[in-house]
Antibody
């Protein structure tokens, strides 16, 4: 059974940092590209970041460039999101999502349950 | 940036057909994915690549895409479909970004 379990969310002050983790199981993690997606309260999903199989290719949404860093450790079956200089508008539930690997522009076929991040003073 | 426009709410009687649209400039040239999200849950892929239904998704769900509009069709709507949100998604190749629509809430009358 494919499982994605996020952790590391919490309450942080503006300007602070958090590191999110996503533990993958039930599939060969190194074979799949991964993404982070967030969802602010009452809003739709917003894609945050993509990372390729080896981590050599990375994309970010414009609002987090220079503040967030995505990485992965295939040996540990884990995906990470280092979030620095956090802003109030970063408040959201953060999901890790697996790229289906079905070709170009693959959908996200598995999602974790999400970890909440609240940025507030 | 590429924008996807979805009608905020669609209402349909039980047993009828709901058609949820996702508008975008020449969206017919892109691959559109659709997700269902129930309250408190993560999104669930229901249609990929415009028309493909993943394993386990009921045949009631179908999709189409042409011109400036992609459509998710839900046939024989059930009371249990109430309160679900549906989001469309495409890859914006000009900016190397995934884009989600604002979502449509399905209301069962």
């Amino acid at each position: 059974e494919v499982r994605l379990v996020e952790s590391g969310g919490g309450l942080v002050q503006p300007g602070g940092s958090l590191r999110l983790s996503c533990a993958a199981s039930g599939f060969t993690f190194s074979y799949y590209e991964m993404n982070w997606v967030r969802q602010a309260p009452g809003k739709g999903p917003e894609w945050v970041s993509y990372i390729s199989l080896s981590g050599s290719t990375i994309f970010y949404t414009d609002s987090v460039k220079g503040r967030f860093t995505v990485s992965r450790d295939n040996a540990k079956n884990s995906l990470y999101l280092q979030m620095d200089s956090l802003r109030v508008e970063d408040t959201a539930v953060y999901y890790c999502a697996r790229d289906a690997g079905s070709g170009t522009y693959s959908p996200f076929d598995y999602w974790g349950q999400g970890t909440p991040v609240t940025v507030s003073s | 940036s590429y924008v996807l426009t979805q009608t905020p709410s669609v209402s349909v009687a039980p047993g009828q057909t709901a058609r949820l649209t996702c508008g975008g400039n020449n969206i017919g040239t892109k691959s559109v994915h659709w997700y269902q999200q129930r309250p408190g849950q993560a999104p669930l892929l229901v249609i990929s690549y415009d028309t493909d239904r993943p394993s386990g998704i009921p045949e009631r769900f179908s999709g189409s895409n042409s011109g400036n509009t992609a459509t998710l069709t839900i046939s024989r709507v059930e009371a249990g479909d109430e309160a679900d949100y549906y989001y469309c998604q495409v890859w914006d190749s000009d900016r190397d970004h995934w884009v989600f629509g604002g979502g449509t809430k399905l209301t069962v009358l």
